[in-house]
């Protein structure tokens, strides 16, 4: 279909984890935690401005403010990289309690737009799954 102009550059992920909400809150919130599975802060992510740095290259890599932390259930923040310019995007994290653990879901939403964007977008695509991947391991072998 030619001429396609929709705007929704939004991913959505959603991943089961057998770990219980706080276990889960920990990944996305403790330092120790997100060096595991995505890069490390220099403190929780639960309230002000944050900065996440590469865990081998020591690297500022994302940077944001944390805009809601309601613990084990909601994460909001807001998410720029080095490639996306000035732009900021929006990171939501919901964590739902399950029989026998916890669904995590993620919404990236305000990603840059046009042609031109969509490379960044399939990187970070991949990235996400790659690093809920590793969430996913790591709370798996506890």
């Known amino acids: 279909m030619t001429g396609h102009t929709t705007s929704d550059r939004t991913l959505r992920k959603s991943i089961y984890l057998r770990a219980s909400p706080a276990q889960v809150w920990a990944y996305l919130t403790e330092p120790d935690k997100l060096a595991i599975w995505f890069h490390k802060p ?16 020591g690297d500022r890599l994302i940077w944001g403010e944390v805009l809601l932390a309601e613990p084990y259930s909601r994460l909001d923040y807001s998410f720029t990289i080095a490639p996306m310019g000035e732009a900021t995007s929006t990171v939501r994290w919901r964590l739902e309690d399950v029989a026998d653990g916890t669904r995590l879901s993620m919404t990236h939403e305000g990603l840059p737009e046009g042609s031109a964007a969509f490379d960044l977008i399939l990187a970070m695509d991949k990235g996400w799954d790659d690093h809920m991947a590793r969430m996913r391991q790591s709370l798996h072998d506890i």
């Open 42 to 57: 220099e403190k929780p992510l639960v309230a002000g401005p944050y900065e996440l740095f590469g865990t081998d290259s």
